[in-house]
């Protein structure tokens, strides 16, 4: 089992930057695919990106394409989601999920298909 804590989420203005990490420990990372979600108040939880075992493999939502880089070091346990040129629109809880994986290149982006989840951080973006 794996334990999954999200930090480095808070309040900016739009057009500014965060770096969410996801930190991990029970068990190595590098067995997991791994991915960000995120919800809106009212709205379902939605794939933000996510990121094969090797980190060479990656998936964005097309709402956060070539603003978003999701990166991951086994090493260090952490997989991190920077967010560059926030929108009001990306204001949410961001969560990260886990996948207990065989397969080196494999990722997801749907929901069900996650072993794990972390607590989620608040992600605030003022206009």
């Known amino acids: 089992q794996v334990q999954l804590v999200e930090s480095g989420g808070g309040l900016v203005q739009a057009g500014g930057s965060l770096r969410l990490s996801c930190a991990a420990s029970g068990r190595p990372i590098s067995s997991y695919a791994m991915g960000w979600f995120r919800q809106a108040p009212g709205k379902e939880r939605e794939s933000v990106a996510a990121?094969?075992?090797?980190?060479?493999?990656?998936y964005y939502s097309p709402s956060v394409k070539g603003r978003f880089t999701i990166f991951r070091n086994n090493a260090k346990n952490t997989v991190y989601l920077q967010m560059n040129s926030l929108k009001p629109e990306d204001t949410a809880i961001y969560y990260c999920?886990?996948?207990?994986?065989?397969?080196?290149?494999?990722?997801?982006?749907?929901?069900?298909?996650?072993?794990?989840w972390g607590q989620g951080t608040q992600v605030t973006v003022s206009s």
């Open positions: 999920a886990a996948k207990l994986e065989n397969r080196n290149n494999y990722y997801t982006s749907l929901r069900y298909e996650y072993d794990y």
């Open positions: 990121i094969s075992r090797s980190g060479g493999n990656t």
